[in-house]
């Protein structure tokens, strides 16, 4: 795991978007990363005039909150970083913005839960408390298809992209191909964990080999769980990435968090199955207009022609048709 590194500049004065997390980072020794992060073009507005140096002071720290206190948005996990849809907290990211907050989990050293919502995800979630709470706590969810940017639309709270399982998974190689973190991924039938990991590795040169694991398919004992976290512990990986299909990694994941102590525990779904290649992915145009569904269903008729089209689909006629948000600016689902 890398440690974080302190700011190698003595002072630098510029100015910043994003008061919160810059108030958060600018309490601590700052590494040149979390600069860059400041500095994203796209982050909501506010501007703060930041001034700090290797050696802190409480001049100075007085200085950064008075001047993050005209800012317009609240200290701590801002409003504007959420989005709401049917009742299920979504980060208002870009593709880019979601691969920079995993950089900033991994250097954090601390473990971090990434949910990817999809809408049958919504679905679950719509009567299941349980679920719906993990995905509201956790510290990263991002809509993966272009349904639940729909919902977002219609719930009059949009988002700004899809950001899928899968690019999720293939970004975060690239991450850590640059950066030498590793990565390990478990799930998915006997095989697809390690052709997935080959795959990562052919296209992105510098990817330190893979940890994999498939464990068995089915619900697992006790000792089973035991060797499960074993094996991940002992890899030390920074990333993990759990494709056992949703609710089920998710609650695991939630479940294990602390034990596992990985910074970035991420559910990806079927996500191995397509970098593996064992499943094809839609193609670029499928995807952008959202089709991707379309795709996956003939492709695996006999495992998703169900949930598809007798659950998801009407879930998603009503969502759609429900009305706008209420005069109070609540989303509707
Ligand atoms: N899976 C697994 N163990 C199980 C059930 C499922 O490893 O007990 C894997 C399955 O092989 C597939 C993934 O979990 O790779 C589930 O993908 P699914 O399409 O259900 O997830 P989605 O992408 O729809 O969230």
């Given amino acids: 795991m890398n440690t974080p590194t302190t700011n190698p500049y003595r002072i630098v004065v510029g100015f910043f978007t994003a008061p919160a ?5 600018l309490m601590m020794p700052t590494t040149l990363h979390q600069l860059c992060y400041l500095q994203q073009p796209d982050r ?4 703060l005039l930041a001034v700090f140096s290797q050696a802190w002071s409480p001049k ?18 801002p409003a504007w970083r959420f989005c709401d849809v049917g009742g299920v907290r979504l980060h208002r990211v870009s593709l880019t ?10 250097d954090s050293g601390r473990p971090h839960q990434v949910v990817t919502v999809n809408l049958d995800f919504l679905r679950l979630a719509h009567r299941d408390a349980q679920f719906r709470q993990v995905l509201n706590s956790a510290d990263l969810a991002v809509a993966d298809g272009m349904p639940v940017v729909w919902l977002s639309r219609t719930a009059g709270d949009p988002l700004p992209a899809r950001v899928t399982g899968v690019d999720l998974t293939l970004h975060a190689a690239e991450l850590a191909a640059r950066k030498g ?19 990562l590795v052919r296209s992105h040169p510098g ?11 089915g619900v697992w004992s006790d000792r089973e769980q035991c060797d499960i976290v074993e094996r991940v512990r002992a ?32 559910g990806i779904g079927g996500s191995l199955d397509i970098i593996a290649g064992n499943v094809s992915r839609a193609p670029a145009w499928m995807q952008s207009v959202g089709l991707e569904w379309t795709h996956r269903l003939m492709c695996e008729p006999r495992r998703l022609a169900r949930r598809y089209l007798l659950e998801d689909l009407p879930f998603l006629v009503t969502a759609l048709t429900r009305r706008a948000p209420d005069a109070a600016g609540q989303p509707r689902i």
């Fill in 181 to 199: 973190y590793s990565i390990f991924l478990l799930g998915a039938a006997p095989g697809v964990a390690e052709r997935a990991a080959a795959a």
């Fill in 44 to 47: 909501p507005p506010g501007v």
């Fill in 97 to 106: 913005d979601a691969i920079t907050a995993l950089d900033r989990f991994i």
């Fill in 60 to 77: 100075s720290t007085e200085l950064c909150l008075q001047m993050t206190a005209t800012a317009e948005s609240p200290l701590y996990e």
């Fill in 207 to 217: 990817l330190r080999q893979p940890g994999v694991f498939s464990p068995p398919m």
């Fill in 235 to 266: 890899a030390k990986p920074d990333m993990l990435f759990v494709a056992l299909g949703a609710p089920r990694q998710d609650l695991w994941l939630r479940e294990r968090l602390q034990e596992l102590n990985v910074p970035v525990c991420a």
């Fill in 21 to 25: 997390p810059a108030l958060r980072t």
